[in-house]
């Protein structure tokens, strides 16, 4: 299947790129809406799985238009081609995606330089005119589950301990008062597969992936660099407060973060091998709570 799919995008592409006819060409992700295809190691391709995808890789191209010259890391410059089938392209962003351990390993110097070049950009971001990223096809961010699915299609997946504590989070999240910073339009996706990290110079070279960028509640936007490291978290946070002169709530962040986690679960709750990723991810993440009970034990 995927050898199937390879060809048919082959062909699309050097319909329009002859010169890339010989070139190597890989696929390198299966995502929901679109499928992308890697040329040398030196453009992107993105093919959209159907019509709504399609419309979503439009309103993409255009964001990222409004973004490209606000911001000051680096985005994709998101062509697109109308085929058929439709697709975009771009050059790919010299760096590879961060994770956890990768973090782990950096030097104190390099991870406040990383929080405080994505402090930056969210506060850019966050700094967008909305009437003018209204114009440019942005919508509200999709919504979360709510308490009632959560409660019945995620907290059965869970051991007896962590589902006590997910029913904390549920009833602490029905609890929140409307965000107090607001809307915004964010980035909503900032976790380390949507970075290019150059790791030989520990610094952060670009952001990719603007498909999940919308209006949503302030603080939202900073949950997603939990799934990287809540360290991490906290150094965005405090210089975000220094750039922007704005208070953010760290509580609220993990409140949001755990109920993030619960969402995603329930999103998965009839997919085994999600679900069991997913019931890892709120492992993972309320273990470093500083009010989750009792000992960690593997059965959790």
């Known amino acids: 299947m995927a050898k199937t799919k390879l060809k048919k995008f082959r062909a699309a592409i050097v319909r329009d790129f002859p010169a890339l006819a010989s070139a190597e060409f890989t696929l390198i992700g299966d995502g929901w809406d679109s499928?992308?295809?890697?040329v040398d190691g030196k453009l992107i391709f993105k093919f959209p799985r159907n019509k709504v995808a399609g419309a979503a890789l439009r309103r993409e191209s255009a964001i990222l238009g409004a973004v490209r010259a606000a911001i000051s890391l680096a985005v994709p410059d998101l062509r697109l081609h109308e085929g058929p089938p439709l697709f975009s392209s771009h050059l790919k962003l010299k760096g590879r995606q961060i994770e956890t351990e990768d973090y782990d390993a950096l030097p104190e110097e390099a991870r406040q330089k990383?929080?405080?070049d994505?402090?930056?950009f969210y506060a850019e971001l966050h700094g967008l005119d909305p009437a003018r990223m209204k114009a440019a096809?942005?919508?509200p961010v999709s919504g979360w589950h709510t308490a009632a699915a959560i409660r019945k299609k995620a907290l059965p997946l869970l051991s007896r301990k962590l589902r006590r504590y997910a029913r904390h989070i549920v009833e602490a999240h029905k609890a929140l008062s409307p965000d107090p910073g607001g809307t915004v339009f964010g980035f909503f996706d900032g976790h380390g597969w949507n970075m290019a990290f150059n790791r030989k110079k520990q610094r952060l070279v670009g952001i990719y992936d603007f498909a999940d960028s919308g209006f949503g509640p302030r603080h939202e936007d900073f949950t997603y660099s939990n799934?990287?490291?809540?360290?991490?978290?906290a150094r965005i946070v405090s210089a975000y407060e220094g750039l922007t002169e704005r208070e953010l709530d760290r509580r609220?962040?993990?409140i949001l973060t755990g109920y993030h986690h619960l969402s995603e679960l329930a999103d998965f709750a009839g997919n085994p091998g999600r679900a069991k990723q997913m019931r890892r991810n709120f492992k993972v993440w309320a273990q470093q709570q500083p009010d989750f009970p009792g000992e960690k034990s593997r059965k959790d």
């Open 35 to 38: 499928i992308a295809v890697d």
């Open 114 to 116: 990383l929080g405080e």
């Open 118 to 120: 994505l402090a930056r």
């Open 137 to 139: 096809g942005a919508q």
């Open 227 to 233: 799934a990287i490291s809540p360290d991490l978290t």
């Open 252 to 254: 609220r962040i993990d």
